[in-house]
C-alpha cells in the first residue's frame, strides 16, 4: 500500500516538474515570438514607436516598455495582435499561429 502511495506521489512530483518545465519551454518560444514580431516596435528605449505611443497614451503611469508590464492579461494581448490597435497592424495565423500567440501570452503575462 504504501508502496503504491510512493509511486503516486512520485508521480505528482515528476507532472509538477513537467508543466513548470512546460511553462518555461512557453515562455522562452513567447519571447522568440516578441523578439521577431514585437520588438521593432515595443522594445526598450525612445526609438521605439509602440512604446513610444503608450508612454504618451499612458502618459508615465503604466510602464510602456510591454515586455515589462504586470498588468496585461491573455485576452487583451491577443485581441490587440489579431485586431490590430491604431497604427499597429494586426497579425495573421499564417504569420502569427494560436500556438505562437499562446506562447506570447504566456511570456508577456509571466510575472
Ligand atoms: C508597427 C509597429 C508595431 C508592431 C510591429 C507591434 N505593435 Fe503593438 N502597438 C503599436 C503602437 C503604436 C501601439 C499603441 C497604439 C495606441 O496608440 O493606442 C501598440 C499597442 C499595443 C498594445 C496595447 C497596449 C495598451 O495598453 O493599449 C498591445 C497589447 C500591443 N501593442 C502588443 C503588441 C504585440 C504583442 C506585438 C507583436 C506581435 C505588437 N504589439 C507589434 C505598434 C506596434
Not at 503604466?62 to 490590430?84: W, Y
Request: aromatic share 10%.
Amino acid at each position: 500500500m504504501m508502496r503504491i502511495l510512493g509511486f503516486a506521489m512520485a508521480g505528482l512530483l515528476l507532472t509538477g516538474a513537467g508543466s513548470a518545465w512546460a511553462a518555461g519551454e512557453l515562455e522562452a518560444q513567447g519571447r522568440e515570438v516578441f523578439a521577431h514580431w514585437c520588438e521593432p516596435c515595443h522594445g526598450d528605449g525612445p526609438t521605439f514607436p509602440g512604446t513610444t505611443a503608450l508612454r504618451a497614451k499612458y502618459e508615465g503611469k503604466i510602464e510602456p516598455v510591454l515586455s515589462k508590464r504586470g498588468d496585461l492579461t491573455p485576452d487583451f494581448i491577443k485581441i490587440n495582435v489579431r485586431k490590430g490597435v491604431s497604427v499597429m497592424p494586426f497579425f495573421r495565423k499564417t504569420e502569427i499561429s494560436d500556438q505562437d500567440l499562446e506562447a506570447l501570452a504566456a511570456y508577456l503575462t509571466r510575472q
